[in-house]
Nanobody, 124 residues
């Protein structure tokens, strides 16, 4: 069974940092592009960042550029999202997703497999 599991969410103060992990089971992530998405209450799911299967190509939503960094360790079957300088508006449930090939890797419709999400709360 193909499964993605996110971890690393939690409560952090504005300006703080978190690192999210997305780990696959039942398949290897080596051949998949991975995207990170988030959804706040009452809002649509939006793309945050994505990375190609090789890790050679990344993309970021404009509202996280310079603050978030996506990376992958295929040996550990895991993709990471390092989130720095967190803002209150970054609070949401964060999801990772996988697809073999993505044309618009920040769009949710491109993805075949999804995790259950991890909650990120940014509050003082």
């Amino acid at each position: 069974q193909l499964q993605l599991v996110e971890s690393g969410g939690g409560l952090v103060q504005p300006g703080g940092s978190l690192r999210l992990s997305c780990t696959a089971s039942g398949f290897t992530l080596d051949y998949y592009a991975i995207g990170w998405f988030r959804q706040a209450p009452g809002k649509e799911r939006e793309g945050v960042s994505c990375i190609s299967s090789s890790g050679g190509s990344t993309d970021y939503a404009v509202f996280v550029k310079g603050r978030f960094t996506i990376s992958r360790d295929n040996a550990k079957n895991t993709v990471y999202l390092q989130m720095n300088s967190l803002k209150v508006e970054d609070a949401a449930v964060y999801f990772c997703a996988a697809v073999r090939v993505a044309r618009d890797c920040l769009h949710p419709r491109e993805y075949d497999y999804w995790g259950q999400g991890t909650q990120v709360t940014v509050s003082s």
